[in-house]
């Protein structure tokens, strides 16, 4: 499975900026999910969606504030960041699991595959 990340780039707090993740592969088993990995900081989980029923997972962090949300006609997953705060800056990560278990959502080293990370940069 291939994943392309796309959008990110740098806004000020309380701005907004948008996510693309498309996937050449997608079912109904499968997890999607963002990531983010700031300087000199271990990668934390951001969101995930379930391909099927469109079950989402949020972050204590982001909720409220992120939105992920899939596309089926596209095989894209998107991650619309609004209100966002200088403490989002980081490199984001999609990625994606075939058969994800519930309790593993949240868990980076159970995602078999994984898009190049985009930049997001958010000003004071």
């Known amino acids: 499975v291939q994943l392309q990340a796309s959008g990110g780039g740098l806004a000020q707090a309380g701005g907004s900026l948008g996510l693309s993740c498309a996937a050449s592969?997608?079912?109904?088993?499968?997890?999607f999910a963002w990531f983010r990995q700031a300087p000199g900081k271990e990668r934390e989980f951001v969101a995930a969606?379930?391909?099927?029923?469109?079950?989402?997972t949020y972050a204590d962090s982001v909720k409220g504030r992120f939105t992920i949300s899939r596309d089926k006609g596209k095989s894209t997953v998107a991650l619309q960041m609004n209100s966002l705060r200088p403490e989002d800056t980081a490199v984001y990560y999609c990625?994606?699991?075939?058969?994800?278990?519930?309790?593993?959502?949240?868990?980076?080293?159970?995602?078999?595959?994984w898009g190049q990370g985009t930049q997001v940069t958010v000003s004071s």
């Open positions: 592969e997608a079912s109904s088993s499968f997890t």
């Open positions: 969606i379930k391909w099927g029923g469109g079950t989402t």
């Open positions: 990625a994606a699991d075939r058969h994800l278990i519930l309790s593993s959502t949240r868990m980076g080293d159970q995602y078999d595959y």
